[in-house]
C-alpha cells in the first residue's frame, strides 16, 4: 500500500513511522529483527530502509603499498525491504539514490521492487561518497533528485529506457522526496532550497520527508514556507533523539542543523552519554508531543540502528 494511503486512512491520527539502516555486510538479518521487534507494538504503517553507497578503503599490500578498494558497507536496501515485506506484512520505502547508479542499474532496481510489491520510494541525491567533499553524478547517471524522479515519472507511464520496448508495465510508485526545515546544506538560501523542492512537488513527488530538526518552530515556519509557495503535499516531520555527546557537533556539522541552546546546555551539564541519552529522550518526547498536538501526518524517526530510545519515546506518545 502507497504512503499517500496509509496516511488518508489515519484521518488526521498522527501515525508512527520509522527509519532504519540495512544492516553491516556480513551481519544476520535476524539481528534488525531483534531490535526493530520492540517497535512493531507501536504499529508503523511503513518503514523506510535507507541506502548505502559504495566508500572507498585502502588495505594495505606486501611491501607496505596501499591497495584502494571500492567496497558498499551496508548493501541490501532492496532485499531488506522484501523481507520486512514478508516478515511484518508492513509497507517499505527503499530510498533510491542518484550517487553511484547509471540510469539502467535504478531502471533495474526498480523492476525489482515493483516485481517484490514495493509501492514506496524515497527519491535522493544520495550522499557524497565519504571520502569526497562533494557529490558527483555518474556520468550516464542523475544530478539531482529531480532528474532521478522523472525517470520514475516516467516508469509509472509504462516508459522505460528503451523506448523500443514491446511491453512495457507501468509501474505504480508512490514518490516521496527530502525537505530541510533548515536549509540543504548546498543550499545557497532557503528561498532557492524550496524553489527546487517545489519542482520535485510539481513533477510528481507525492509527500515530504524532512530533515531532523531539533527545534519545532523550524518545522512550523518550513511547513508555512512551502504552503506559501504553493507546495501542498504532506510533509512529515523527521525526528532524532539526542544519544551521545559527540553528536553536539557531529549533527550540525553533517546536517547543516542547529542544537538549540536549551538542549546543548542541558546535554553539557550531564557526566556521561547514559544521562545525555536521557536528555534526548524527553527533549524528543516534548517535542513529539508539540507536533501531535498540531496534526503532523506521521512522527517519522530515524532510529540509526538503535531503537531502544525510540522505544521509551512512542511508549509516551501511542
Ligand atoms: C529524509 C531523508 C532521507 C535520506 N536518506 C538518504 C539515504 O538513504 N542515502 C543517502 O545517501 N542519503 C540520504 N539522505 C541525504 C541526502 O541524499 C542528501 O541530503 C543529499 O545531499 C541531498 O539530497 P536531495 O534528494 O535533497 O537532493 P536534491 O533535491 O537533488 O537537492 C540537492 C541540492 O541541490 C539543489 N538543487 C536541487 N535541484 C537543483 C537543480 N535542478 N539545479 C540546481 N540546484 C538544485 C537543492 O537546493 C539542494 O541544495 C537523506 C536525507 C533526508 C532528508
New binding site residues.
Partial sequence: MKVTDHLKNANGKTLFTI?ILPPLKGENIRNLFNNIDPLMEFKPPFIDV????EEYVYRKMPGGLLEKITTRKRPGTVGICAAIQNHYKVDTVP?I?C?GFSKEETENALIDLHFLGVDNV??????AIKSESK?VAEPDGHK???ELLEQVVQMNKGKYLDDELHIADPTNFCIG??G?PEK?Y??PNLK??IK?LK??VDMGAQYV???MFFDNNKYFEFVDLCRNNGINVPIIP?IKPLTGKAQLTVLPKTFNIDIPEALSEEAEKCLDNTAIKEVGIQWAIEQSRELVKKGVPTLHFYSMGKSDPIYRIAKELF
Fill in positions: 527509519e535507507t541506502y548505502h553507497r530510498h539514490i550517487g524515497l527519491l535522493l541525491q544520495g550522499d557529490f539531482y533528485a529531480s522526496v527530502a530541510y540543504h548546498n543550499a532557492s532550497d527546487y519542482l520535485k520527508v524532512t530533515q523527521g
